[in-house]
Each structure stands twice: as C-alpha cells, then as structure tokens.
C-alpha cells in the first residue's frame, strides 16, 4: 500500500515537472503590436496595383485623406485596427527567412500605423498563415485584413448617408417641399440610415433632383438614378449610395 502510495506520488511529480518544462518552453501569444488602437493617428496602405490610402483620426472621427478627403467607416476602421491586437503564432529573425519565398521582397501590400510598418507576404503552405515583416522580424498571423485593404478604395468610405447635421427640409423639383418633424420615422431615415455600397459615379442614367435641407440651413443636393440597381447620387461629391426601392420610399416618401 505504502509502494503504491509512493509511486503514485512520483508521478504525479514526473507530470508536474513536464508540464512546467512544457510551459517554461512555450513562447506566450503575443498580438502583433504593443500599439493600442486608441494611440493610432494615422493609417497608410501602399497597395501593389491599386491607389494608396491614408486615413486619419480627426475630432468628428476617422476619415479618408488618400485618394479623396471623405468621412471614413467606422466599421471597416475597426477591423483594421483590430489587426494590431491579433495573435502572433511565430516570430523569426528577418535574417533567417527566405524572404523572397515569403513573398516579402515585393509585398502584396504594407500598412502603417502610425510610423509602424508592416509588409504583407504570402501565406505559409501549413498552416495557411499570413507572413508580416516588421523591422527585422518576421511574423506567422492568421489575418482577415488583407482581402479589405486590396479592396477598391471606395470601400472605406462611410456608407451613412448623412453623418453630420439634422434634416429639416425635402426640396424637390416640381416644386413639392416636404418638412421632417424630428420625431418623423423620415427623418430617422435620413439620420441613421445607410447604403449597401458607396462608389464614385460612373456617368449612369440620371433622374429628378431633389435637395434635403438642415436645420443648419445647409442644402446637400440628391438626385435619383434610374436603371436596375436604385440609388441616390450626391453631385457635389460623384458619390452613389446604392440603395433598395424600400429605403428609397422610406427617405422621401415617393416613388
């Protein structure tokens, strides 16, 4: 009994002092930066065949520099500055890797954050990683960024319809003026509502002109596009807000 005792014992030290040597051996997960996202001011993306980016924090929020000076989407801001906070699988000194079999001799694309630059390579055959330079490190992400950043730049551009000021006014061009009381479902519409995609004017079919003023005075000129994909058209901008027939009701209340 005593034997048995003493060697259950003597085990359960052997399987302790594995796992500390297994623990002691393991690198702890670390995210790609020790930036917190909060700190970043300023984001660049040089992209292999397409326009750069530059996004940069401003009081009313992120908005795009590069290629246009335009209000940025949020939501797409977070995903890049999530990036920063994703685990790092493996590390390895620059020198050490094949950096032309990594694909970071002529990257795909870089971003920056801030003055912190990171290239990204190809995708390791294993474990279907993505390979980052950073200064002289290499770094092993499993990353979801890389597909939005080579996305076309328009992509980044916030999809609200009306992110600054309160609608007071619909101005149409027959003549019909339509008011927006504040508690008017309409008016919430203009507010919050947002299009499935923004993307520059392409010289598509044009209908009525419209104008929506604010209770600031300001008057944004709308107008209709007609064809199969509806949507509004911001001609001061060359901006289209692709939208369903539904939400086209909703804003102005007419077909």
């Known amino acids: 009994m005593r ?3 003493l060697l259950n014992v003597l085990l359960l030290a052997g399987v302790t002092a594995l796992a500390f040597w297994l623990w002691r051996d393991t690198p702890p997960v670390t995210g790609v930066s020790e930036l917190a996202p909060a700190a970043v001011q300023r984001i660049a993306v040089e992209r292999r065949g397409e326009r750069s980016l530059e996004l940069v924090r401003a009081d009313s929020g992120w908005r795009l520099q590069v290629p246009r000076e335009l209000p940025a989407s949020q939501q797409h801001l977070e995903l890049l500055l999530g990036f920063l906070q994703l685990p790092v699988t ?13 694909g970071l001799i002529a990257p795909l694309l870089t971003v920056s954050f801030n003055e912190s630059r990171y290239a990204f390579g190809g995708l390791d055959p294993l474990g279907q990683q993505r390979y980052l330079l950073h200064e002289d490190e290499v770094l092993l992400v499993q990353e979801g960024v890389s597909a939005l950043l080579i996305s076309p730049w328009w992509n980044f551009i916030d999809r609200r319809l009306l992110p600054e000021g ?29 299009a499935a995609i923004v993307r520059p004017w392409l010289d598509e079919v044009r209908g009525e002109m419209f ?10 000129p709308w ?9 509004l058209l911001r001609p001061d901008l060359g901006l289209v807000y692709q939208l369903s027939a539904e939400q086209l009701n909703e804003l102005l209340g007419r077909q």
Do not use: C, K, M
């Not at 493996?90 to 990594?102: C, M």
């Not at 027959?174 to 008017?184: K, V």
């Not at 107008?223 to 949507?231: C, H, M, R, T, V």
């Open 3 to 5: 034997g048995r005792l």
């Open 90 to 102: 493996a590390r390895y000194p620059s020198a050490e890797v094949d950096l032309a079999g990594a």
């Open 166 to 194: 309160e609608p007071r006014r619909l101005h149409f061009s027959d003549g019909e003026i339509h008011t927006l009381a504040s508690n008017e479902p309409r008016t919430a519409h203009w507010q919050h509502g947002a």
């Open 211 to 220: 104008e929506l003023e604010l209770v600031s005075g300001q008057r944004l």
């Open 223 to 231: 107008q209709w596009l007609d064809g199969e994909q509806p949507g």
